[in-house]
Every structure is written in C-alpha cells, then in structure tokens.
C-alpha cells in the first residue's frame, strides 16, 4: 500500500522559512515526479511546484521564494520556504503524479497534508 507522509509545516512570522518534506512508504518516491499542491481556507486547492527528473516547476505566487528538491538517498522530496508571506498560509500536500511538457498531472496518492500558518 503506498502511503505519502508530509512533515515540516507550522507557525512561522512573515519573511521566515520552513522546509517541508514528503517521504513514502510501499513505493520509491524519487523515481516518479512529485508535486506539491496548498488549500487556503475557502480555496481551491493549487499546484505550488513539482519536480521530475531533476526538471522544477514553479508556480509563479512561490517563484524565486520556494524550491523543491530530493534527495535519493533519502527517499524524500523537500519543499524549502522562504520568505513567507501571510497568503502562504495553507495546507500543503505532496503527490504523485505525472509530468507531460512542463504540465504536471496529479495521480491518486497523496499526503495527508502538512499545516503551515501565517503567526502575525
């Protein structure tokens, strides 16, 4: 059964970083692309970035703040934060999924989300 785990959310002032990380179970999580999608209360859920075969993808509210990585040996994607803003507030979720000419299509496995809330 694959299983995705997200860690890394909490409080955080504005202009502070979190790094959130997404590992899995039953699967090898950094063989396939990985996105990382957030829902605001009241929101629709959004694509946030995704990584696949070294290639990133940004949405244009994170660029130049946020960056996703993976580390292979860990078996885990990371999501690092920076520079947080308070409509950064959200839920944020790791998925596996598929990336086809710089769009990137979420599949069935996702996380249970990870909570990151603006403090002020």
């Known amino acids: 059964q694959v299983q995705l785990v997200e860690s890394g959310g909490g409080l955080v002032q504005p202009g502070g970083s979190l790094r959130l990380s997404c590992a899995a179970s039953g699967i090898t999580l950094t063989r396939y692309s990985v996105g990382w999608f957030r829902q605001a209360p009241g929101k629709e859920r959004e694509g946030v970035s995704c990584i696949s075969d070294g290639s990133t993808y940004y949405a244009d509210s994170v660029k130049g703040r946020f960056t996703v990585s993976r580390d292979k040996a860990k078996d885990t994607v990371y999501l690092q934060m920076n520079s947080l803003k308070p409509e950064d507030t959200a839920v944020y979720y790791c998925?596996?999924?598929?990336?086809?000419?710089?769009?990137?299509?979420?599949?069935?496995?996702w996380g249970q989300g990870t909570q990151v809330t603006d403090s002020s």
């Open positions: 998925v596996i999924g598929i990336t086809d000419r710089g769009m990137f299509y979420p599949g069935d496995y």
